[in-house]
């Protein structure tokens, strides 16, 4: 029903864990009532008068997944937890849109929707109701640049489940008639998406940042570079796409000789393909606009969001920034949603966040404003993002960033599903394996000045671009709120200029 | 929110040996706020979850939404710790929280380092006992503006979201405590007073209302330990009578019809359903997987893959104690209408009535669930919110047992009479259609079929 927040907000902190800040009231925050001059106090209640202490915890360990690579190249990735009662099986490649051919935006998905769509001389709906009658759906996840097959049931279960996952990965129909199909739904599931302000702020946002480079759109493209699309680009995407640089991730109380010994029988005889093949993905800086404009007449809010171009994952300010984004707007008590929700009513929820992966992925800053206060509420986003590059941060800041960052990790390595996409990431990104386990020890030695120096070298909030997803009405407000902007290059719902 | 946790916490299956367990201790101090304590020591945290019977039902005339905007006012300060300590108390050592609000539940949480349990009880007990004594307009004011930005963010400004708040007004009949939504109306947010605030708190916010359950990190006996220390001197209060509920069923079809700034068609079918765990509840559950959960499913095959008149289709049990609602909602393809969408449902309705699930399509539901319900038990926070409704709807916490069974007796033959039951001539018909040609950008660019 309706929560306090949405923790859709917490999506934005990108691909590691939830973070936080602590209301260093920037500017006074709402107000503190005062104690009734005779309060009446209940019999027992002298018990509240002391907060508790907080102990010293407990030390914890995150996982290193433990490594095979069977002959043809594919790796297999296992975090083995005793008594689990999910085993969670992902086939990730490291294949996702920014491999898509130029003008070819939304083929990695597309191939994924196909690989569903049939396997191994069974249709699509045998597949599903295999999948099913393990308990199982199967998941196709493309993603920026990597794009994932998952299954996920219980743990007496897993052999059926990886047999099921080598034929939908080895053996796809390609199908015409059901390419037919899954092609016409696609395009017409993008048209209807362009009814949302939310998703046509991403695709501006992106192109904006990207231009026509690898990450200049979105991971499913657009009704029309999609429409475009034939069934022989899939089969070429998926021909080009090897063992070599895919990974098996198991999660859940399987044992790691138990699922290589299932890798190698199931996937030991996929075909390497010559590396050569492997698309270019080549983020080169454009000029970006300042300010950009996506018309929705009439709507009650507007979408904002304020970014550029950051960091890969491996950058070495990866833990310190995002501690920062803790800090800014990574969590309830950050900076952004302390203002802009709680201070000034502007909106549900306000935050920020990276997208670290192989390349220089997006940091944005975001919310969701009444359409009479765009104004104001852009003219506090922009207030807090300057501020954290320019001001020095609190050292009880950064230790409430480091605290929620570390808990969040715990949280996260609870679930299958959540783990294997944490070891999914590093394995796309190309990290180290021991990149989990080492990053509370990291995050412990951070001081607020480093944390503010990786701010400063990373973000350059004056050359930030702008994306207005509204009434274009909003604009008049931007001067009267101070803000001095030039004329919006406008955009259409699907990004283009 | 709530439709997940119900997802998770309905599962089962035949398969011989069910693996899963969900085991607590339960304390009931002298004011009656229950406590229940189910250990975990494999990771460093711990997930407190307090149950509050209160939700949008119990709301005044004039005052929807009323119960949320209340959720939103508990995390504005108390006596000992004025706000936003709360808040940042809690996140300065890892912890987070969050709530949410049904139709008929108010729900608390917060999750951290177990370190932090013992500042958890602290919080919780200095709001439970203090809120109102350090209530103010100006609280009030500041959330009701961020609620009304959350209706028109969930709402107002998604597709279809209107028709969603549609569906939940029209299926029960006016002045049912269903007819109204947890999100309320801008008016009745807007006539909010102070003294609702505090009238509210005093009459539902008391332990004898409350179910508290920790999970994590812990041994049961500190948890109790700590629940007297910190609660036990909160006085118990009567509670008034909940709402008295007229009969409410539509004997006949009712059609909404609706426009929204959407591209394609949409049809909702409601229909009111059997109540939270009686009979009938669970084979709508698992009714509903049958006819749209996967690739696989009766109205994916028909409307998405073979007749390609829908891009999406869904059934869902939303369970409720006063009555639930069963619905189905389909996404036009281009060039197709709600009619057909409705036709072609019907069609498919009307063969699951005359002959019946098969029994594998029975057994992948049940299967389904059992995911579902596995999943749910792997974090805390889902184990501890599990517990209370198990605690509110079967009268003990450890009901995991009762609740698969619900399941497991299913047959064919009782999902079909179900639906026979539940899928009746008396339903809510809402179409959305398009309020305007497609956009520019579609117009010029879209698809080239």
Redesign the interface.
Known sequence: MNARILTALMVLTACATPTVAKVEPVKPVAPVAPTPPAEVRLPGEEVLDTQPTIPALSAFEAPVPVETVLKNGLKVLVVERKGAPIESLALVIKRGSTSDPAGKAGLAAMTGAMLEAGSAKKSASDIAAQANALGAELRVMPATEGFTLSLAALPSKVEPLAGLLADVALKPNFDAKEWKKVHDQRVAQLKEQLAEPRVAAGNAFASALYGDGPLGHGVFGNATSVAALTLDDVKKFWAEAGPGEAALVAVGSVPNQQVVDLANKLFGGWKPVAAKTKAPEAVKPVDRPRLVLVEFPGRPQTVLQVGQPAVPMSSPDLVALRVMNSILGGSFTSRLNANLREKNGYTYGAGSGFSFGRNNGPFVASANVKTNVTGPALKELLYEVGKIVDEPLTDDEVAKGKSLLAYGLVEQLQRADSTSALVSQLFVAGMPLDTLKSFVPKLQTLTAAEVQAAAKRTLDPKTMTITVVGDPGVLSQFEAAGLQLPAPQKRTALGTP | ??TTVLALAIAS?P?PST??SLTSESLTLDNGLIIIAAPDH????VALDIWYRVGSRDEEKGRTGFA?LF??LM???A??????RF???M?????????????DFTNYYE??????L??F??LE??RL??LD????D??LK?QR??????R???Y????YGMADLAVEEQLFPAGHPYSWT??GSHADLEAATLNDVVTFFRTWYVPNNAVLTVVGDVEPARVFELAK??L????KKALPAKKPVAPSALTAEKRVSMTD????PKVIVAWQSPRSTTAGDAECDLLASILT?????RLY?RL??TD?LA??VQANQGTKELGSTFLIEA?A??GHTTKELLAAIDDELKKLTDKGPTK?EL???R??L??DF??G????RTRAMMLARYQVEYGTANSLQTDLERYTRATPESVTATAKAVLVPGRLVVEVTPEAA?????KS?????
């Open positions: 929110m709530l299956g398969p693996p899963l494999s990771v460093p945290g949320h959720e939103h995390f504005m300060g006596r000992h710790a004025p706000y936003p808040d940042s108390i996140e300065a050592a890892g912890g987070v929280n969050n709530a949410s609000t049904s139709q999750i951290g380092p177990s370190n932090l013992e500042t009880f602290w007990a200095d006992s203090t004594r350090v209530m103010t100006e609280k500041s503006l961020i609620v009304q930005n959350e028109r963010q969930s107002e400004n998604r597709p947890p999100i220390k910190y036990s001197f909160i006085p700034k959407v591209e394609a959960r996967g690739k696989a499913s095959q998405v893959h390609q891009t999406s996404v393809a281009p594998a057994d992948a539901a299967a389904r059992e995911t596995a999943t038990l792997q974090d805390l497609p956009t520019e950008a579609v660019k879209g698809g080239a079929k």
